[in-house]
């Protein structure tokens, strides 16, 4: 099917080699910035939705 | 440093939380009514008001910038408050906000049943709306980075994230394919042309998709999850992945909308190829929200919000899935043009955005009202209809899809077309029509149970408008140790958000609109292209005015199925004089690129009064008051020299006695038609909207002619 692809691209192939090396190195960028943050971030971060600075008490019950 | 006593303002997420449901039920309703029309052309109530061409976009308009817009901002006021644990920058900001925005919803209401449309589809409303829709974003802008500078929390949550490239590139969208050449107060030209304004529209019209209907709903995703399961999200680093990813893919995938057109190879190549990539961050974010449940999915047996939740998060699976799978020429060949694309935008629309909606909305309003929701009930006798109406609206529409394109494509063994008229696939595939109707009745019937059961539950409560919160104030950013991360730096810098959001959207933009915008070479022009003579502009504009194009597509793709069926496939050239373009995404009825010609005057006529004359059991509505009404030349002057200044080569001072040349022609349509026993006098619409059918293609067979 690829095959297809590549021969349907008017001129030249430039594109399809453009397009997959921009998709590879994004992906890796951001993937190792992803493996330097640090734990405690991740922890302080996800929690942040959980901690509005409200007292929960009067919440409604859950349904 | 002692801890801040302030209140979130609930007042405002209540407001749009109202609007949201109120526009929500009238949105939906318009869209049943066209569901209906398409197999009882009757429901339009005989009304040009209220024919299926002028309401299509009116639904669209209020389900994506009325319902899922209030909703948006419910949850962006609701959401963005906590997370900075701040009171929103300005309460006169938020009130404009929302104000001016219901404002700009009943002008749409008003100005599209009235014909008054851009016709670029999710863009239709005309200038002096599209004026104050940047004005009130703006505003939301302001009041919204006020809140982050004002801030008590650090770092920026990615729900913010989301907000803010939603922000950013809205604007972008909006602007640059809202670039039109006023006629009057209520009629503009596109500054565009043919396959430029067509790419200028699907970049648009793709990127609303994403940065309207996705963005948002995923930051919301990213906040209300987590809170209504009690848990945080499962993978924060996954979040920061799924965002970069998703607003750096998404905006490279437009030209998927235009494969097989006259759009320069390279552009649909490049489209294509960013439309499979994005299937990556899209099943990234789903996954994140669906394993957020993980350890918690005896929570969703019971608990009717979580389920909402689940089958949004699968819908927007299913959805980005499609999404790619459709953009691929093979399928998309198939695909486009046909109810396939209506079934895939409303597992979108009903899942993913709705039951978002829902959710959010039966966890939201009971906490700002301190109340227990009225009936859980009712809230689960809403998600089983919803979830049965969005099957039984989907199923038929695939099935109607398929059967129609599939028919469409059927040639005999003898290599002839096997049902060479339109109108037997259609009348095929009534039955599924019919059925998506009763999907969307169910639909909606659940959405009026919710906001009955919600308006009893605000009652039975007491709205808390301003809510009291404690929280630290920030340090000075001094006493914080230097940071070598600079991830964690940025959460904590909104305004470096926005420019590395807005130049990693531009990137996408820049590389695939400027050279076909720039380099003439990607549009060949053709000698024999003349321009409308002012009749057929008229008549053009009329063609917009009922909104043809919202089931008549003018563009035929290089298939054998659609040369034998429409003529010659479509040139770039040949679109050079269309502001705005109108190749239209969906074909109800047969294309019309090569219209001009086919039929007779007279046929036209009868077939405008009345479509089953000409062709029984068709589903289009009678158009007899184009007989009756006169059309207003008032404004052909000034319509030819706005189209002069945009590149139509009519001659200096032509303004001036184009009126002359429109009655001349259509003088001599009315003659013609008298020879048919049909007495109309030519000052009528119908005979410009005649002439303008007539017109259509027929520059090439003029040539082919010319050669001969």
Not at chain 2, 71 to 83: D, E, H, K, T
Not at chain 2, 170 to 175: K, P, S, T
Not at chain 2, 282 to 311: C, E, H, P
Not at chain 2, 505 to 519: A, K, N, Q, Y
Request: include cysteine.
């Amino acid at each position: 099917m690829f095959k297809q692809f590549t021969e349907n691209i008017d001129g030249n192939q430039v594109y399809l080699l453009l397009s997959l090396s921009v998709f590879f190195i994004f992906f890796i960028v951001v993937g190792i910035v992803l493996i330097r943050i640090r734990k405690h971030h991740v922890i302080h971060m996800s929690d942040l939705p959980l901690h509005d600075g409200v007292n929960n008490l009067s919440q409604p019950s859950e349904l | 440093m002692q801890p801040e006593n302030f209140y979130y303002d609930n007042k405002i997420v209540r407001n749009f939380g109202i609007a949201t449901v109120v526009w929500g039920i009238i949105g939906m309703t318009v869209g049943l009514i066209i569901a209906i029309q398409l197999y009882h052309p009757g429901m339009n109530m005989g009304n040009q008001y209220t024919t299926y061409g002028r309401i299509r976009p009116l639904h669209t308009n209020a389900v994506i910038f009325a319902f899922v817009g209030n909703a948006i901002f419910m949850g962006v006021y609701y959401s963005l408050q906590r997370l900075l644990k701040a009171r929103m920058f300005s309460d006169l900001l938020s009130k404009i906000h929302f104000w001016g925005w219901q404002l700009i919803i009943v002008s749409a209401v008003i100005t599209l049943p009235l014909g008054i449309t851009t016709s670029h589809e999710y863009a239709e409303l005309e200038w002096p709306i599209d004026i104050a829709i940047t004005l009130i974003w703006v505003v939301f802008g302001i009041n919204m980075f006020g809140t982050i500078f004002k801030r008590r929390e650090r770092h920026l949550y990615v729900a913010i994230w989301f907000y803010i490239a939603t922000f950013i590139t809205i604007a972008v969208l909006h602007v640059v394919n809202s670039f039109e050449l006023p006629v009057s107060f209520l009629k503009s030209y596109m500054v565009y042309a043919g396959v430029q304004d067509a790419l200028v529209q699907w970049w648009y019209g793709h990127n609303a998709v994403a940065f309207f209907l996705t963005t948002p709903y995923l930051g919301l995703m990213y906040y209300f999850l987590p809170k209504m399961a009690n848990r945080p999200i499962y993978s924060y680093k996954l979040s920061i992945l799924h965002f970069w990813a998703l607003i750096f893919i998404y905006i490279w995938a437009g030209p998927h909308h235009l494969l097989y057109t006259t759009l320069p190879g390279w552009a649909q190549s490049l489209g294509v190829a960013f439309s499979v990539m994005l299937i990556a961050p899209s099943w990234g974010g789903m996954i994140n929200g669906l394993l957020t449940l993980r350890g918690a999915w005896d929570k969703v047996r019971d608990n009717v919000i979580l389920k909402f939740m689940v089958v949004a998060l699968t819908a927007y699976g299913m959805a980005t899935f499609e999404g790619p799978m459709l953009s691929l020429k093979q399928v998309n060949g198939i695909a486009h043009f046909s109810d396939w694309i209506i079934a895939h935008v409303h597992v979108g629309a009903l899942g993913w955005n709705g039951f978002l909606t829902f959710g959010i909305l039966y966890w939201l309003i009971p906490r700002i009202y301190r109340t227990d929701l009225y009936s859980k009930k009712m809230a689960s006798f809403h998600f089983w209809i919803g979830t049965l109406g969005i099957l039984f609206y989907a199923i038929p529409m695939y099935w109607a899809g398929f059967t129609q394109s599939l028919m469409l494509k059927e040639f005999t063994p003898e290599g002839m077309l096997k049902y060479p008229n339109f109108l037997e696939t259609t009348l095929q595939i009534l039955p599924m029509h019919i059925m998506r109707s009763i999907g969307g009745g169910m639909y909606l019937l659940g959405v009026i149970v919710m906001a009955y059961n919600l308006t009893r539950t605000a009652l039975q409560g007491k709205l808390v408008a301003d809510e009291a919160a404690q929280a630290m104030p920030l340090a000075p950013v001094q006493t914080i140790a230097r940071e070598n991360k600079w991830h964690r730096r940025l959460e904590r810098k909104p305004i470096q958000m926005l420019v590395i959001s807005l130049l990693v959207i531009l990137v996408g933009t820049f590389v695939e609109l400027m050279p076909t915008l720039t380099i003439s070479s990607n549009i060949p022009t053709i000698a024999a292209v003349k321009p409308y003579t002012p009749l057929e502009l008229q008549g053009r504009d009329l063609y917009i005015r009922e909104g043809c194009v919202g089931c008549h597509s003018q563009t035929i793709r290089p298939f054998r199925s659609e040369t034998e069926r429409y003529g010659e496939y479509s040139k770039a050239g040949e679109f050079v004089y269309d502001h705005p373009f109108l190749w239209g995404s969906k074909r109800t009825g047969p294309d019309l690129a090569r219209e001009g010609q086919k039929y007779g005057n007279a046929w036209h006529y009868n077939h405008l009064m009345d479509p089953r004359l000409m062709s029984p059991g068709s589903i289009m509505p009678n158009y007899d008051w184009l007989i009756t009404q006169t059309l207003d030349t008032s404004l052909t002057g000034a319509k030819i020299a706005a189209m002069r200044k945009l590149g139509v080569p009519y001659p200096a001072g032509y303004e001036n006695k184009a009126n002359k040349d429109l009655d001349k022609q259509a003088r001599e349509i009315a003659d013609n038609l008298s020879k048919d026993h049909i007495k109309v006098k030519s000052d009528k619409e119908i005979i410009a909207i005649i002439a303008y059918l007539q017109r259509l293609g027929t520059d090439i067979k003029v040539s082919k002619t010319a050669n001969k």
